[in-house]
């Protein structure tokens, strides 16, 4: 039973992180551009969130840190994904390589602040890795009161949003306006839309929400070493997002089938059957990520994203 409670708590919780970083990519991607940089958003807002969680004092009401540190992850990760407007928006740059330059330099800036704020020396793997037992606590309660199966209450905001968002995108001038800047950005524009406007929104809340991501993801553990960054779940968040044809629904039970791997990755030890395999921990560490491969591969080709998708606006051009 507790194996059975334990496994749907996890399951649950990762369900949860990939949705809201896939739906931050949605937005992006919606306003037509690469969401390649969700893993270095959820670095970024995880990694602010922690060093929130290190230095805030252990006398503040419980209710009072959690506030602040949900806050400190969406508005950090939100002004980071600001590099990346600038330079593909205002600057034109390659999305893909921008993407990929943030995802980079998420990892490095966290590395290199923890150092200094835990004073650790330069060593190799496991110097930048912090320690939030006390927030752990707060934001993971017993599940029905069972004393070792955990549930996360961040969970609980993430189903919240999932109408929200599904609103916002169908039912609102805003979702309208940012679904026609990535499929036909001069068509908006001839209306009086504007488009790099429209782009730079997107681009800071998908930063937010992959931030709150990040923090859901780390909030799950007792501490996190921040050298591995979001240990790859902004990537599968982006095939989430692929599987899911950038629609919220889909994203969600999208979600569904690489968290079950994911979580499978974690409480194989607990089955019997799988532990007694012998199969080598990696497998089972790989399995997501291989998942992820095969069903991008399969389905791909019927998976059409918005038609302006990566490409830079240039209202001269119109």
Same mark, same amino acid.
Request: glycine residues 8%.
């Given at each position: 039973m507790i194996i059975a409670l334990s496994t749907i708590s996890f399951l649950l919780a990762y #369900?949860? @992180?990939?949705? %809201?970083?896939?739906? +931050?990519?949605?937005?992006?991607?919606?306003?037509?551009?690469?969401?390649?940089?969700?893993? +270095?958003?959820?670095?970024?807002?995880?990694?602010?969130?922690?060093?929130?969680?290190? &230095?805030?004092?252990?006398?503040?009401?419980?209710? &009072?840190?959690?506030?602040? @540190? =949900?806050? =400190?992850? =969406?508005?950090?990760? +939100?002004?980071?994904?600001? &590099?990346?407007?600038?330079?593909?928006? $205002?600057?034109?740059?390659?999305?893909?390589?921008?993407?990929?330059? *943030?995802?980079?330099?998420?990892?490095? =800036?966290? #590395?290199v602040i923890i150092k200094r704020v835990t004073r650790t020396?330069?060593?190799?793997?496991?110097?930048?890795?912090?320690?939030?037992?006390?927030?752990?606590?707060?934001?993971? /309660?017993? &599940?029905?009161?069972?004393?070792?199966?955990?549930?996360?209450?961040?969970?609980?905001?993430?189903?919240? *949003?999932?109408?929200?968002?599904?609103?916002?995108?169908?039912? $609102?001038?805003? +979702?309208l306006r940012l679904s026609s800047c990535g499929e036909n950005p001069s068509s908006a524009d001839s209306l009086g839309i504007n488009v790099n406007k429209t782009r730079y929104i997107g681009i800071i809340v998908s930063g937010s929400l992959a931030g709150f991501g990040g923090l859901l993801l780390i909030s799950m553990n007792a501490e996190w070493e921040f050298a591995n960054g979001a240990n790859g779940f902004g990537f599968l968040a982006l095939a989430v997002l692929i599987f899911g044809q950038w629609k919220p629904l889909y994203i969600f039970l999208g979600a569904f089938v690489f968290s079950l791997f994911k979580t499978l990755s974690v409480v194989y030890p607990s089955i019997n059957f799988l532990d007694n395999l012998g199969i080598s921990p990696y497998?089972?560490?790989?399995?997501?990520? /291989? /998942?992820?491969? %095969? #069903?991008?591969?399969? $389905?791909?080709?019927?998976? /059409?994203?918005?038609?302006?998708?990566?490409?830079?606006?240039?209202?001269?051009?119109?």
């Open positions: #369900v949860a @992180v990939l949705t %809201i970083t896939a739906f +931050g990519g949605m937005f992006s991607e919606k306003s037509g551009t690469i969401a390649l940089s969700l893993e +270095g958003s959820m670095t970024f807002g995880a990694f602010s969130a922690g060093i929130a969680m290190y &230095l805030l004092p252990t006398n503040m009401p419980n209710w &009072l840190s959690a506030l602040l @540190v =949900i806050i =400190i992850a =969406i508005v950090s990760a +939100g002004l980071y994904s600001l &590099l990346l407007a600038v330079a593909t928006i $205002t600057f034109k740059a390659n999305q893909t390589l921008a993407g990929t330059a *943030l995802n980079i330099l998420s990892t490095a =800036i966290a #590395v020396e330069a060593l190799p793997v496991g110097n930048s890795r912090l320690n939030f037992t006390r927030f752990y606590e707060i934001f993971n /309660v017993d &599940l029905f009161g069972i004393q070792g199966v955990k549930f996360n209450w961040l969970i609980l905001i993430v189903l919240a *949003l999932i109408p929200i968002i599904y609103f916002l995108i169908y039912k $609102t001038r805003y +979702g497998f089972y560490l790989a399995l997501p990520y /291989v /998942v992820c491969l %095969i #069903v991008l591969v399969f $389905t791909s080709k019927k998976n /059409v994203g918005p038609k302006a998708l990566g490409e830079p606006y240039n209202k001269s051009k119109r």
